[in-house]
Antibody, heavy 122, light 110 residues
Framework: QVQLVESGGGVVQPGRSLRLSCAAS????????MHWVRQAPGKGLEWVAV????????YYADSVKGRFTISRDNSKNTLYLQMNSLRAEDTAVYYC???????????????WGQGTMVTVSS | QSVLTQPPSASGTPGQRVTISCSGS????????VNWYQQLPGTAPKLLIY???QRPSGVPDRFSGSKSGTSASLAISGLQSEDEADYYC???????????FGGGTKLTVL
């Protein structure tokens, strides 16, 4: 069935790095834009980044620009989020989500993973 | 402070009709389609409405969406206890080149 499974979360010290992965199955991964969305404990949803179906276009939230890098490997049906210079305010559940249509610049995500928790703390 | 503005809470009794508003600007709702998400406690969000008023397969027709100018609304008719959840609106913003979310509305079924 259509599924997204995140991994790579954990506890990390401020200033350190972490890489999240999102394994996709059940759909043609290489045909869709993919997003990362996060949710701090007890807070609302915050969009993080998007990558186009072929990896040629990427957009980031200002809060992570220059620190986070989104990438994908279509041969492995996997999405990544490289997070550097982590801060306490990056503490959140990180969800990967599939774009609903062909457009990269859309706020419609029709498939979500279960999320992976990232805690930035000393 | 979220770019899209939603009321923090809403409530209704079973069977009632409830609406949740989402206010934006010309660079987001005014020029792009609006999408709505439902997040039940402890679970990942679920796409409820896309392209202003389209329901994904499996979403009951009790849920409907509309958009006018720089505002959008989600309506839930025949309210049920299982509708108790957080609801978020989202849209692409052409000026910021990001997806913007509303702050979320917590719906309580009394």
């Amino acid at each position: 069935q259509v599924q997204l499974v995140e991994s790579g979360g954990g506890v990390v010290q401020p200033g350190r790095s972490l890489r999240l992965s999102c394994a996709a199955s059940g759909f043609t991964f290489s045909s869709y834009g993919m997003h990362w969305v996060r949710q701090a404990p007890g807070k609302g949803l915050e969009w993080v980044a998007v990558i186009s179906y072929d990896g040629s276009n990427k957009y980031y939230a200002d809060s992570v620009k220059g620190r986070f890098t989104i990438s994908r490997d279509n041969s492995k049906n996997t999405l990544y989020l490289q997070m550097n210079s982590l801060r306490a305010e990056d503490t959140a559940v990180y969800y990967c989500a599939k774009g609903q249509g062909m457009a990269t610049t859309s706020g419609a995500f029709d498939i979500w993973g279960q999320g992976t928790m990232v805690t930035v703390s000393s | 402070q979220s770019v899209l503005t939603q009321p923090p809470s809403a409530s209704g009794t079973p069977g009632q009709r409830v609406t949740i508003s989402c206010s934006g600007s010309s660079s987001n709702i005014g020029s792009n389609t609006v999408n709505w998400y439902q997040q039940l406690p402890g679970t990942a969000p679920k796409l409820l409405i896309y392209s202003n008023n389209q329901r994904p397969s499996g979403v009951p027709d009790r849920f409907s969406g509309s958009k006018s100018g720089t505002s959008a609304s989600l309506a839930i008719s025949g309210l049920q206890s299982e509708d108790e959840a957080d609801y978020y609106c989202a849209a692409w913003d052409d000026s910021l080149n990001v997806v913007v979310f509303g702050g979320g509305t917590k719906l309580t079924v009394l």
